[in-house]
């Protein structure tokens, strides 16, 4: 036997049990329908067509069957190509999404799957042949990764999962990011800043670990008037979740941040340096671009409603500063991902 038939022995087989039901009776055959878009880098309906043939052992209108409708799409992303396909038959509809780094093997994976909805007893005949003797071994194929899960309508048309595949959606991975940005409310006036964060990522979520500088700020002043000059660092925490676009990424994180606002008195005769805690409570919503699959450019407005708000006083003159009760930035950041 072809060893290659013992890796589609289960799936066929579950395909043989969904429709023996309905070929106990024979009956004529009411039509099949196929429709394929794709990138032009990648087969087309006829290619698909040849696959689906080649796999069946024969043309399909020569297969008896009930109705068979597949509409299948390859879409372009920043780092491979996605399916979706959907296949339609009386017993009920199957829906698949499934990301990798090339069209070709997508496109013999949306064969395989149509050509069971058709007539699984002709794919198990293919997959039992052993290939020639002078047929060199095929080369493997480049992985294919599942980015959702089957929506199946008919529970009798569930496929089972093969025991140790690993779900990527759920693989942990990294990033670091590098930020700069521009802030209203903490200290006087505009404040520019620069930080970085680490961060845990899978496909739909993220947390993320940050630190961050707001350089120094007068307080609003005569000449002749003491005042102060204030900066601040600050330590951030955020989950986020993160739904997706083909490259696009549209993070909405909530989190918590924390640190102190240094200020220092200016333009009188003994400065004296104070720090006060300050605490605030965040939402920031993100846009992220992945041109490539390790390298993004994230942009994106930050509320954060603050919780501690330190006032700096100086004797004689009073408050000269206060952080205000929301303070508001806009943030671009450059990140790397991993693995």
């Not at 209203?184 to 990522?201: H, I, M, N, Q, T």
């Amino acid at each position: 036997m072809n060893p290659c038939a013992v890796a589609y022995a289960d799936r066929v087989l579950l395909a043989l049990a969904i429709r023996l039901a309905l070929l106990q009776a024979p009956g004529p055959a009411h039509g099949i329908e196929l429709e394929w878009a794709a990138p032009e880098e990648c087969p087309d309906v006829v290619a698909v067509t040849d696959h689906v043939e080649r796999y069946l052992g024969q043309p399909i209108e020569a297969v008896p069957s009930q109705d068979v409708k597949a509409v299948g799409e390859i879409e372009t992303l920043g780092h491979g190509f996605l399916l979706r396909l959907t296949i339609d038959v009386s017993e009920g509809t199957a829906v698949t999404s499934v990301e990798g780094p090339d069209c070709g093997p997508l496109t013999e994976l949306a064969a395989l799957k149509i050509a069971m909805a058709i007539d699984p007893f002709g794919v198990l005949e293919y997959v039992d042949q052993d290939p020639p003797v002078s047929d060199p071994a095929p080369a493997p194929s480049p992985p294919v990764r599942v980015t959702s899960t089957e929506r199946i309508d008919n529970p009798r048309l569930a496929a089972p999962t093969t025991p140790g595949t690993d779900d990527e959606t759920a693989k942990i991975g990294g990033a670091l990011r590098a930020i700069t940005a521009i802030s209203s409310g903490l200290l006087p006036g505009f404040g520019a800043s620069v930080g970085g964060l680490v961060a845990l990522r899978t496909s739909a979520l993220r947390i993320d670990v940050g630190m961050s500088h707001v350089f120094e700020r007068p307080t609003p002043s005569l000449s002749s008037t003491p005042g102060a000059r204030l900066r601040a660092t600050l330590a951030l925490v955020q989950g986020c979740g993160v739904p997706r676009w083909r490259a696009l990424e549209f993070p909405l994180c909530v989190g918590v941040q924390a640190g102190s606002v240094r200020g220092r008195g200016a333009d009188i005769g003994q400065p004296k340096t104070d720090r006060r805690a300050w605490v605030g409570f965040s939402v920031h919503p993100q846009l992220a671009w992945a041109p490539i699959r390790h390298v993004a450019l994230v942009i994106g407005p930050e509320l954060v409603v603050a919780a501690l708000r330190p006032s700096f006083q100086i004797g004689g003159v009073g408050q000269v500063h206060r952080s205000a009760a929301v303070v508001l930035r806009g943030n671009v950041g450059l990140e790397v991902r991993f693995p």
